[in-house]
């Protein structure tokens, strides 16, 4: 049962990331993806210090106002300082993960959280942490959160599909027909930031980014249509999991390393294929090309 628990949560959290890394790999901010889940870490320590709990609001509240702080400060180097996109992001969230690690040092007492949690996670506690109803046990309270944070993404894309849409691929079309392109990008990336933090305890940052990019990235090799992309991105974040999880035991290693490392694998299979897809189908364009002439 406790396979089933830790497969399920990383499963759940590996589809929410991945829906929402797919607009961000589709808008060129894969990378933005990665800067909001270090630079949220002082929004937590902050929201720990305020609130004196680890309750999940004042977590997910922090965590907003940072990634919502990350994404304004890119915009401000990358359009007021004129700097690359690339540099804005790497400045911003060194910057902003580095003064999160300082504060854990300083208020080490006060703040129960550990940078190589934050880091690394450790899914295998997952089925430690259960939330009992009387005396009926239904399931880890990780779990339940990771699939709100789930259910509250899928309303986003579902409900908001036309306006993530329009702003994704066109922002000047979508400005024209009176969509607010700046209502949905802050939308997107406060719902990054959010998930970001509901998954830092159980899997940690590094998996995050993996799931936030690896699988849409994956997907994107497929299909040039958004709805298969997400489709296919909640396939290979669900495989990724379930393989991850028996190759941690196979190799008595890492979960969410070896998590990561399969979704890596399923990349390259996949780009290998449309690689030898695609060397065929030229090599059929240009024997034609031949036969005509």
């Not at 990378?31 to 320590?45: C, E, K, Q, T």
């Not at 400045?91 to 003064?99: K, S, V």
């Not at 027909?177 to 830092?200: D, E, K, P, Q, R």
Request: glycine residues 8%; contains cysteine; aromatic residues 12%.
């Amino acid at each position: 049962m406790e396979a089933l628990w830790i497969i399920l949560v990383g499963s759940v959290i590996a589809i929410s990331c991945g829906l929402l890394g797919s607009f961000l790999v589709l808008r060129k901010m894969a990378m933005v993806g990665d800067a909001i889940s270090h630079a949220v870490l002082p929004g937590i320590v902050l929201a720990y210090l305020f609130s004196g709990s680890r309750g999940t609001i004042p977590m997910l509240i922090g965590a907003a106002a940072l990634g919502v702080l990350t994404t304004l400060l890119i915009e401000l180097f990358y359009k007021k300082a004129k700097l690359q996109i690339d540099a804005s992001i790497g400045i911003t969230f060194t910057w902003l993960f580095a003064i999160g690690i300082i504060m854990i040092s300083l208020f080490a007492g006060q703040v129960d959280l550990d940078q190589d949690c934050v880091l690394y996670g450790e899914i295998a506690y997952v089925p430690l942490d259960l939330w009992f109803i009387g005396d009926f046990n239904i399931g880890p309270r990780t779990l339940w959160i990771s699939a709100a944070m789930l259910i509250v993404v899928l309303l986003i894309i579902i409900r908001g599909y036309k306006g993530l849409f329009l702003t994704t691929f066109n922002e000047e079309y979508a400005s024209a027909l009176g969509i607010n392109v700046a209502f949905w990008h802050y939308l997107l990336m406060s719902s990054v930031s959010l998930t970001t933090v509901i998954s830092f305890e159980s899997v940690g940052a590094i998996l995050v980014v993996a799931f936030l990019i690896v699988p849409p990235a994956t997907a994107y090799l497929l299909t040039t249509k958004l709805k298969q992309m997400l489709w296919l991105t909640a396939l290979f974040a669900v495989l990724s999991s379930i393989f991850g999880y028996y190759l941690a035991v196979l190799i008595n290693g890492s979960i969410a390393g070896a998590m990561a490392t399969v979704a890596g694998v399923l990349f390259v299979i996949v780009w290998g294929i449309t690689a030898v897809r695609k060397r065929r189908e030229r090599k059929v364009v240009v024997e034609n090309l031949d036969m005509r002439i």
